[in-house]
């Protein structure tokens, strides 16, 4: 199966869910936006693998997140390989599939990423054409993503100017301006690459979370 023929199957079978991602670069403040859109929409569920989102019974996920940023990364290339780290993010991938098929058809979902951010940084990591790609591209499809946008010099401020930043977020051995820099503008093309056959919003930067949730509303419950 190709990967635009199972993701069009896909996509079909869930074109009538009320199913949404919410995607953007590194320091776009998705988990701060995803919190205060789940206060303002209690009859939403909220999707992540950020500890605040997991569910109980799902430990695991979070504690492989962690393992990846602590252990995996900082010896990426010398005890582990990039394919042993696309291996473990793939877990994040499938747990989010899993929850999108296990809620209710009724109830309305907003998931954090998705496969896409995931796929476009294992491809910056040096993954190739690899077959999990189509695998992951079948799977269900959201009725619309919602990109929030992010000048990179914000970001890097919002980084501590790289204090807060794991490899997979910059270019180079050290995180620095441009290593940073170049790395969001190529993980920001190739995400709205991937999201090009789905209806996409983008939101530009916005003065504050609330004001970022105000116009992600706008989009989810026009």
Wanted: hydrophobic share 40%.
């Amino acid at each position: 199966m190709s990967a635009r023929s199972g993701r069009s199957t896909a996509t079909a079978a869930y074109a009538d869910r009320p199913f949404y991602v919410l995607l953007g670069p590194d320091g776009a403040g998705k988990s701060s936006v995803l919190a205060e859109v789940a206060a303002r929409l209690p009859g939403w569920r909220m999707l992540s693998t950020d500890d605040a989102f997991l569910g109980p019974g799902h430990e695991l996920v979070g504690s492989l997140r962690r393992q990846v940023v602590e252990d995996v990364l900082p010896n990426l290339g010398t005890s582990y390989s990039v394919d042993f780290l696309a291996s473990l993010l793939q877990t994040a991938v499938v747990h989010l599939r899993d929850q999108v098929e296990r809620q209710d058809q009724d109830v309305p979902l907003l998931m954090d990423s998705y496969y896409y951010k995931i796929l476009a940084k294992c491809r910056l990591a040096g993954v190739g054409q690899n077959p999990m790609y189509d695998w992951w591209r079948s799977f269900p499809q959201p009725r619309a993503v919602v990109y929030l946008d992010v000048s990179t010099a914000s970001a890097w401020r919002r980084s501590a100017e790289g204090v807060r930043l794991n490899p997979l977020e910059h270019f180079g051995e050290r995180p620095e301006w441009l290593g940073f820099d170049s790395y969001q503008k190529s993980l920001r093309k190739l995400m709205l690459e991937e999201v090009r056959d789905v209806p996409v919003t983008i939101i530009e930067e916005q003065p504050g979370v609330a004001r970022t949730a105000d116009a992600v509303l706008e989009v989810l419950t026009p």
